[in-house]
C-alpha cells in the first residue's frame, strides 16, 4: 500500500502578524509549524500502514524552510518526503496550489508507486479555504471523501474503502472505490510520539527536493500569482468590538418573563426598531 500526506508548513498560529504596507501575512522570522489538521491526516496515514504495511510518502509545496517540517513528520514515522520549492509557486492560491501538488503526487507515483490513498487535513490555520484537498481529488480524477472522521473498513484487494463522515446532523457512512482523496477531521486520533529510532533516521534521512521542472510542470502560467485567479487583497485582524456581551439574569423566570426582558434589552440598545416591530406585529 502507498499513501501520500500532503501537509503544509503554516506560520505558529500565536505569532502571526500582517505586514503594515503589503496587507500579507509575515513568514520571514515567525516561528513556523506543521500545519495541525495535517497532523490527524498523518497518524491515520501511520495507523493504515501498521495495520496493511507500505510506506508513507509526505508531500509539501513551500518554501526551503518547509524542509524542517518534513523532518518532523518523518521523525513522527513517515518513510519519506518531498519538498516541492519553486520561486514559481510564489503567490499561489488554491487553484495553483492545487494544481503542482496535483502534477507532484504523478511524479510521486511514477518514482515510487501509485498512491492508493492520498491524505490532506481538513484545512490550513492560515489560508483556512479547505479547498486544495478537493482541487487535487479533481484534478487526478480521485474519488474524495472530505471530513472523515474515521476509516470503518479497507479492502486493497477488492480496491473499496468504507469511512464515517461528519455531517450536519449526524454521521454519513460512504463507500468508494481505490485510490481516493481523503480530507482528515481534526480532534480524529492523537498524534504518537516518535520513536528514537524514527528521530535519527529522520535527521539523517535525505529530503527530496523538487523544481517545477523537476515535478513535471510544463505550464509554468498555471503556477504561482500567474495561476491565482484569487489575489489576497488585504489581510488585517478584526478590530475588537468595544461593546461587552451582557448577561440577563433569567433564574426563576418563566419563558415570557424571559422574552420580556430580552425584548427590553434590544429596545434600549435599538430602540430605533420598535417601529419596525410595530409595524411587524400589525400586520399579523
Ligand atoms: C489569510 C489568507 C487567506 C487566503 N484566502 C484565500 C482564498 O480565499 N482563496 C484562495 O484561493 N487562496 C487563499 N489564500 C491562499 C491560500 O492560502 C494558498 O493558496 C494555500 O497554499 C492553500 O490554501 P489553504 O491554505 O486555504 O489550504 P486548505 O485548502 O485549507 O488546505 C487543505 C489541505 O491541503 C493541504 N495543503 C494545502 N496547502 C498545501 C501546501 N502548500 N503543501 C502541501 N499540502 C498543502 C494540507 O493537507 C491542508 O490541510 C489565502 C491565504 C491566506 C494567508
Request: proline letters at 5%; aromatic letters at 4%.
Given at each position: 500500500m502507498h499513501i501520500v500526506v500532503c501537509m503544509k508548513q503554516v506560520p505558529d498560529s500565536g505569532q502571526i502578524r500582517v505586514h503594515p504596507v503589503t496587507n500579507t501575512i509575515m513568514r520571514?522570522?515567525?516561528?513556523?509549524?506543521?500545519?495541525?489538521?495535517?497532523?490527524?491526516?498523518?497518524?491515520?496515514?501511520?495507523?493504515?500502514?501498521?495495520?496493511?504495511?507500505?510506506?508513507?510518502?509526505?508531500?509539501?509545496?513551500?518554501?526551503?524552510?518547509?524542509?524542517?517540517?518534513?523532518?518532523k513528520a518523518m521523525a513522527f514515522g513517515a518513510d519519506r518526503a518531498v519538498l516541492l520549492t519553486d520561486r514559481f509557486f510564489a503567490g499561489s492560491d488554491t487553484l495553483a496550489t492545487s494544481f503542482a501538488l496535483a502534477t507532484a503526487i504523478r511524479k510521486v507515483g511514477d518514482t515510487w508507486g501509485k498512491p492508493d490513498i492520498v491524505f490532506t487535513g481538513k484545512q490550513t490555520i492560515d489560508g483556512d479555504t479547505a479547498q486544495v484537498g478537493p482541487g487535487i481529488a479533481k484534478r487526478l480524477d480521485?474519488?474524495?471523501?472530505?471530513?472523515?472522521?474515521?476509516?470503518?473498513?479497507?479492502?486493497?484487494?477488492?480496491?473499496?474503502?468504507?469511512?464515517e463522515r461528519r455531517a450536519e446532523g449526524g454521521v454519513q457512512v460512504l463507500r468508494t472505490q481505490l485510490p481516493c482523496l481523503i480530507t482528515m477531521l481534526e480532534g480524529t486520533n492523537s498524534i504518537r510520539r516518535g520513536s528514537m529510532a524514527d528521530t535519527l533516521r529522520a535527521a539523517r534521512a535525505e529530503v527530496v527536493k523538487w523544481s517545477a521542472a523537476d515535478a513535471g510542470i510544463e505550464d509554468l502560467t498555471k503556477c504561482g500569482l500567474r495561476g491565482s485567479p484569487t489575489v489576497v487583497k488585504r489581510v488585517f485582524a478584526p478590530t475588537a468590538r468595544e461593546e461587552k456581551a451582557h448577561l440577563i439574569d433569567t433564574t426563576g423566570l418563566g419563558t415570557d418573563q424571559i422574552a420580556q426582558a430580552l425584548m427590553t434589552e434590544v429596545l434600549t440598545r435599538v430602540p430605533a426598531i420598535e417601529g419596525d416591530l410595530q409595524r411587524a406585529a400589525a400586520s399579523y
Open positions: 520571514q522570522g515567525v516561528p513556523t509549524i506543521i500545519n495541525p489538521y495535517d497532523l490527524f491526516a498523518l497518524e491515520q496515514a501511520l495507523q493504515l500502514r501498521d495495520k496493511l504495511g507500505g510506506t508513507i510518502t509526505m508531500l509539501t509545496m513551500g518554501p526551503q524552510m518547509a524542509e524542517d517540517s518534513l523532518r480521485l474519488h474524495q471523501l472530505t471530513y472523515v472522521a474515521k476509516i470503518a473498513e479497507i479492502d486493497l484487494a477488492g480496491r473499496s474503502i468504507t469511512v
